[in-house]
């Protein structure tokens, strides 16, 4: 290519490499390649499934770290919510390097030691709440088992005397006549189970709950779960068996307890101290598991990069072709980085261990080499934003040369305003002042996005503030920063002669108003942007609306003409002039026959010294009417309302313009697939006279086209010798 | 520019008006029921749910990868395979793999798939749902009434049931002893009370489980059918074809399966099929027909259920998914229903067929998934295909 390309303007140039390395070197190089970030390989095993290829293995193991880590990682979050107040501590990234082999073992010893510790604490959790749950029922005041006053249906019958002599008769304890079940349920789950019981008693019950004082942790989940205690007394014997069993089925549990016996409160003295036993191994298992999940907390962030970075390796390494005890890999990489990468290959090399040196052949292939711009952090993010509307193909210009400003500005266009401007650039400035300590740091989502781009916000708020003085704009207000103001909006006739340039005050004639601007005597124009007398005049916002409108529309057209010259730039470079003639110029004269003339329009009429034309009884035209007009009613310019020369020259040039305009589209869109298809019937023929001619040729000659790699020629390995001499 | 802004409303304002002309609503076609949604309203209504169900059709696997995961030599493999379709890491977490573990975990991503979308639809479209988890419900209380039965260890027969058939108090089924019982402890006010009660009060005790489960069945395409024709509109054109179809399959198969039982009389038998389908006005020759020539002969009239008697062969054949060969060519069939439903818009036949579809879509994965355990490679490919 002729044009010798460096940074953004055009792609890099790229070199097809393929590199050969000892089998056991293949890891490390690829490592070393991938923390250069320059090179994109290629995939050399089409056709093969996911499940057969080498490494299939070892991006599972990674994956099954992956797993463990997410584990750990929910651990770690479980510990934070435990013990919200004593955030752990600050994670520390110093710790020794890991690879796979190492980590691995690492990883399972933990997994197990923590699911051993959980399951033991679960245990002991789920002892413990059936403990408390014993205790909630026996701090009842008595007067929840009993009736409110004397009489009641529950109270009346319950004696403390006659408690001595229950009976366990299998129906479960009894009290005055009647049976009941004690124990705690599940806040949620009251309602269901009073209407279950209601309906499995037929309605011969009389229940009662009471929140708990204290929550209850699910031993599973580790949430917290709110609990009731609950009584209910029934009298049938049937009726206990079922109860039990709805019970156990909405997950309330049956706490035996005996009404009035005064045994059970020392049984409560006796089972509180068992509690505070068990509490204790409940904290030692907790401190232990602690420490444990510190030490992961610490380290997991430098676990879960080496993780992914060795899952990415092994990606990779799925791609390339082993032959015996070498492995072929193919890859794009930058003509200037040659050096970077031979580097890289020898230092793998060192690394690994390998007997044999790594090296690099050059490949002449006929594919399209990918796109490759070097960027640095200024210009990154306006690529990534171009990109993010199509990558230019290798070797076509690279828009964001231009959009670096046009961006901004046309940002600024819509933004403009002195003061917001000024704000937005005090904030992008702090962030480009701060960048190395922002850097460091982890960021909100949200301020990482704004700091991502903090170049482009910049320059967004620097043209925001150019823009902002064009339309006289600071906060909204209008300000007048060059001294007396050029217009004047008298309020009558009188005001019109005092002020008024004399020309003004004879258009005007008798009906001067605030509407119609005159030019104060002697004054003269703004130096920049927008009169600030126009805050005054009632038509200010029609007059801002028509100017910013108009403005959009010609910087539009411009922002179009503009892409069609860096289109034209691109067939020039490609040598493409088929597409020139039948799709660029075709192209040009469509817009600049129709809305380029529509900006020449707006730009005359803005020229144009209205009052004295309306003077000699002419009437300025509306642009929007002129337009629509071109298109639906060639030839209607009306004497009187024409905008330049004179309404026939305006009439036959428009009509000239619409013919051209319409020509051009059959230009655009016949010429070109009439070429390409003639083209493609040509290479048909051609094949077919060649199959003709030498049928057992083809044979060859297939295999060529499947295999672009067997047509593509070694260039030398003197490249890898001479790239090696630079380095 | 302006010229183009003002063609393009004006295009918008008729197109709207060519729809609002041509939808079911107006050209008199008015249908019983004021539900129906026009394809003027339909979209502020459903049009977010059914797009998303439209996207997840998109997400059933197809052919292609069916042929990719039956290569597979182990369930790591499946699980890699399963990782590149819609399915994505739904396994992430899993640390040995078995055929249950996939079909629970896929099972899973449907049912939060679906009640996801429960939880954002307005009614009717709401109720509809709710259809479709009650033909669930029925499973798990038959499989719970069996449980109670045979006396097993019910509690963990509960862990057995279809996710998308839970309801509040489903556990507490487990409490009854007998199916009364159960009626009147939970069923009578869950979602699966009205299919109890078509029926003249008689102890269900008496029942064999095979006339309980054909006695909801048949209420239960009854209720779905009655409601789907109040929704009206597209709705009820497509689900009438479906639900017929489903009707008539029951009443084939209940027919086939009881040939010649003597606790079934004659006009039992005929009020355990449901009130509709291609075949109503033959379900008194039905009811008396006892081998399976008759029934041919009874079917003349509809070639392709004729048809798939015909070419389905005898009993015991062996077809899809360890299938006999008359379900697998209804199952072939309903599948093609479910396709077509899916092809249409502005209709709730939609949701069902989703459901459906992917129901058999997770049975194909468990299938695949103990050919592969059993290394049964011969039969691997016997599973449903769907697209």
Redesign the interface.
């Given at each position: 290519m002729p044009e010798n390309c460096s940074g953004l303007w055009r792609s890099q140039d790229m070199v097809l490499l393929q590199l050969h390395m000892q089998r056991e070197a293949a890891h490390d190089t690829i490592l070393k390649l991938g923390h250069l970030g320059c090179v994109q390989f290629r995939e050399m095993n089409v056709g093969v499934s996911a499940f057969q290829r080498m490494f299939t293995n070892d991006i599972r193991r990674c994956e099954d770290s992956e797993r463990r880590l997410r584990y750990f990682d929910e651990q770690v979050r479980r510990e934070q919510l435990r013990h919200k107040s004593a955030r752990l501590a600050k994670v520390d990234h110093a710790s020794a390097i890991e690879t796979l082999d190492t980590l691995e073992p690492k990883l399972e010893g933990l997994e197990s030691e923590l699911r051993e510790l959980n399951s033991k604490w679960e245990q002991l959790l789920a002892q413990k709440n059936s403990m408390q749950e014993h205790l909630e029922v026996l701090s009842q005041d008595p007067s929840f088992f009993r009736g409110d006053e004397e009489g009641d249906v529950v109270g009346g019958g319950v004696d403390q005397g006659r408690s001595e002599d229950q009976v366990e008769d299998g129906g479960g304890p009894r009290a005055g006549g009647l049976r009941y079940i004690t124990g705690m349920i599940p806040d949620d789950k009251i309602t269901l189970f009073e209407r279950l019981v209601y309906r499995a008693t037929r309605g011969n019950m009389f229940m009662r709950f009471n929140p708990a004082k204290e929550t209850f942790i699910n031993p599973a989940t580790g949430e917290t779960v709110e609990k009731a205690v609950f009584v209910v007394f029934f009298s049938a014997q049937r009726a206990h068996d079922r109860i039990q069993k709805l019970c156990e089925s909405l997950q309330a549990s049956i706490v035996p307890y005996t009404i009035g016996n005064p045994q059970e409160q020392e049984n409560g003295v006796r089972l509180r101290d068992d509690m505070e036993v068990l509490q204790k191994t409940i904290d030692g298992t907790e401190d232990v598991r602690g420490q444990i999940l510190r030490m992961v907390q610490q380290n997991i962030y430098e676990w879960k990069k080496t993780v992914l970075v060795e899952k990415a390796v092994f990606s990779v390494m799925n791609m390339l072709s082993f032959k015996g005890s070498t492995a072929v890999a193919e890859c794009w990489a930058p003509q200037d980085d040659l050096p970077r990468v031979q580097t890289a290959l020898s230092e793998a090399k060192e690394s690994s261990g390998a007997q044999v040196d790594s090296f690099m052949d050059k490949l002449l292939t006929k594919e399209k080499p990918p796109t490759y711009y070097k960027t640095n952090k200024f210009t990154s993010t306006h690529q990534s934003i171009v990109d993010s509307y199509g990558v230019s193909r290798y070797k076509e210009v690279n828009p964001t040369c231009f959009s670096i400003m046009t961006f901004p500005f046309l940002f600024a266009v819509m933004y403009g305003d002195i003061g917001h401007g000024f704000m937005l650039t005090v904030l992008a400035t702090v962030f480009i002042l701060k960048e190395k300590a922002m850097l460091a740091t982890e960021l909100n989502e949200i301020i990482a996005i704004v700091f991502g781009g903090r170049y482009v916000l910049f320059f967004m708020g620097l043209l925001a503030i150019y823009m902002g003085f064009l339309y006289n704009d600071f906060f909204g207000m209008m300000i007048s920063p060059w001294g007396r103001p050029f217009w004047f909006f008298p309020e009558d006739h009188a005001a019109a002669v005092a002020n008024c340039d004399p020309g003004f005050v004879v258009w005007h004639g008798s009906n001067a108003s605030i509407t119609q601007g005159c030019k104060v005597a002697g004054g003269s124009p703004y130096a920049f942007g927008v009169d600030s007398d126009w805050a005054e005049a009632e038509n200010k916002l029609e007059f801002m609306n028509g100017l910013k409108m108009k403005m959009a529309v010609i910087l539009g057209v411009a922002q179009m003409i503009w892409g069609l010259v860096l289109q034209l730039l691109n067939h020039i470079y490609f040598k493409d002039f088929k597409h020139i003639w039948f799709c660029w110029i075709p192209e040009v004269l469509f817009l600049s026959c129709t809305f380029g003339y529509m900006d020449i329009m707006i730009i005359v009429k803005w020229l144009v010294d209205w009052p004295t034309r309306m003077l000699n009884g002419m009437t300025p035209p509306s642009l929007l009417e002129t337009m629509t007009n071109f298109f639906l009613a060639p030839g209607s310019v009306e004497p009187k309302k024409y905008l330049y020369g004179s309404a026939s020259t305006q009439n036959s040039l428009q009509t000239f313009l619409l013919l051209v305009a319409f020509f051009s589209v059959p230009f655009m869109l016949i010429p070109i697939p009439i070429i390409e298809w003639r083209h493609h019937k040509r290479a048909m023929r051609r094949k077919e006279d060649k199959q003709a001619l030498a049928p057992d040729e083809l044979v060859d000659e297939g295999v060529d086209d499947q295999d672009p790699d067997s047509a593509t020629k070694v260039a030398g390995v003197e490249i890898s010798a001479e790239a090696a001499g630079v380095a | 520019?302006?010229?183009f802004s003002e063609l393009d409303s004006f295009s918008c304002f008729f197109l709207v008006f060519f729809f609002w002309s041509n939808s079911p609503c107006l050209g008199g076609s008015q249908r019983a029921g004021g539900m129906s949604r026009s394809f003027l309203t339909y979209n502020i209504h459903e049009g977010a749910a059914e797009a998303i169900v439209h996207g997840y059709r998109c997400g059933i696997l197809r052919t292609e990868d069916y042929n990719?995961i039956s290569?597979?030599?182990t369930l790591?493999?499946m699980k890699?395979?399963l990782a590149?379709t819609d399915y994505g890491n739904f396994l992430?977490?899993e640390?040995t793999l078995s055929s249950k573990v996939i079909t629970e975990r896929a099972l899973e991503k449907l049912v939060d798939e679906f009640m996801e979308l429960r939880c954002n639809v307005d009614q009717p479209l709401g109720e509809f749902l709710d259809y479709i988890t009650f033909d669930y419900m029925i499973g798990n209380v038959l499989k719970l009434i069996s449980g109670a039965r045979s006396g097993r260890e019910t509690?963990e027969l509960?862990y057995k049931c279809h996710p998308l058939g839970l309801f509040?108090?489903i556990?507490?089924?487990?409490?009854?002893t007998s199916i009364d019982d159960m009626f009147?402890?939970?069923l009578?006010?869950s979602p699966l009370g009205k299919f109890f009660q078509r029926t003249e009060r008689k102890d269900f005790d008496e029942f064999s489980m095979e006339y309980i489960r054909s006695l909801l069945q048949k209420n239960y395409l009854e209720h779905f059918y009655d409601f789907c024709r109040e929704i009206g509109g597209l709705t009820w054109d497509v689900m009438k074809t479906i639900l017929e179809f489903e009707a008539d399959r029951f009443v084939i198969t209940l027919t086939r399966n009881t040939y010649g039982v003597k606790e079934l009389q004659k006009d039992d038998r005929k009020k355990l099929f449901p009130a509709f389908g291609l075949l109503y006005d033959i379900h008194d020759d039905l009811a008396m027909v006892d081998d399976d020539d008759t029934l041919k002969e009874k079917l003349r009239n509809f070639p392709e259920y004729a048809d798939m008697l015909e070419g389905g062969g005898g009993i015991g054949h062996e077809g899809g998914s360890g299938m006999s060969g008359l379900e697998a060519k209804f199952t072939e069939r309903a599948v093609q229903l479910h396709k077509n439903s899916m092809a249409m818009q502005f209709h709730y036949g939609v949701f069902y067929s989703w459901v459906k579809l992917k129901e058999y879509e997770v049975s194909n994965l468990m299938w695949i998934a103990e050919c592969i355990l059993q290394s049964m490679r011969h039969r691997i490919t016997e599973y449903i295909t769907i697209y």
């Open positions: - | 520019l302006f010229i990719n290569q597979c030599d790591e493999d890699l395979h590149g992430q977490n640390t509690m509960l509040e108090g556990g507490a089924l487990t409490s009854a009147e402890t939970v009578i006010d």
